[in-house]
């Protein structure tokens, strides 16, 4: 079976610019989750969402950051306009309604 | 608030040494504990939970006891092997607060052959 699935895996932008992130959960878990890793932060959770409908949003770190699940297999994180201090590893992770997350391999997101 | 933390890294063993890295909580209720693992380029995967006091999660040769009294869940290894070396996260889950993890910083382990 496929894996959480994250697309693109590297992101190279321009300050100023619309970023979207892209995240595919594993088939049937209800819940999904985005993630932020940086050096000085660690991981830090931004949004989760529950069948689709937003939970906890209070990670987001501003109002550029803005997250959608318009279906139970399609979720998207996007910044406008991007700024350099947005630079980090995106994760999103799915949860079959367990105690247990799974993990996609992350974006991997630049901003020059 | 709930948090997690965990030893500074980077460790650094020898293979076959033994591994500890320490994990405290403080959290209201009682929390399921968790540790991930991150290996290079990838996302972090589960390597073992415990849900209540003293029960025990273990997986590929690594163990961790859920201790309420000392509010730890130490991760061990008998034995390192080079592919051991990743990032470690020590995590809760907050009572009645659906799965939103908690995680510690990560300590890094670097296995020398």
């Known amino acids: 079976d496929a894996g959480v699935i994250q697309s693109p895996r590297h992101e190279v932008t321009e300050m100023g610019q619309e970023v979207t992130l892209r995240c595919k959960p594993i088939?049937?878990?209800?819940?999904l989750f985005w993630y932020r890793q940086t050096m000085m932060r660690g991981l830090e959770l931004l949004i989760y969402f529950n069948n689709n409908v937003p939970i906890d949003d209070s990670g987001m770190p501003e109002d550029r950051f803005s997250a959608k699940m318009p279906n139970a297999s399609f979720s998207t994180l996007k910044i406008q306009p991007s700024e350099p201090r947005d630079s980090a590893v995106y994760f999103c992770?799915?949860?079959?309604?367990?105690?247990?997350?799974?993990f996609g391999p992350g974006t991997r997101l630049t901003v020059l | 608030g709930d948090s997690v933390t965990q030893m500074e890294g980077p460790v650094t063993l020898s293979e076959e040494a033994f591994l500890t890295i320490n994990c405290t909580y403080t959290a209201t209720g009682y929390p399921s504990l968790f540790w991930y693992v991150q290996y290079p380029g990838e996302g972090l995967q589960l390597l073992l939970k415990a849900t209540k006091a003293d029960d025990k999660g273990s997986n590929k040769g690594f163990e961790a006891t859920y201790r309420k009294e000392t509010t730890s869940f130490h991760l061990e290894k008998g034995s390192v092997q080079v592919s051991d070396s990743a990032v470690y996260f020590c995590?809760?889950?907050?009572?009645?607060?659906?799965?939103?993890?908690?995680f510690g910083a990560g300590t890094r382990l670097a296995v020398h052959p």
């Open positions: 995590a809760l889950t907050l009572s009645g607060g659906y799965n939103k993890l908690i």
């Open positions: 992770a799915s949860s079959p309604g367990t105690d247990t997350q799974y």
């Open positions: 088939s049937g878990h209800d819940y």
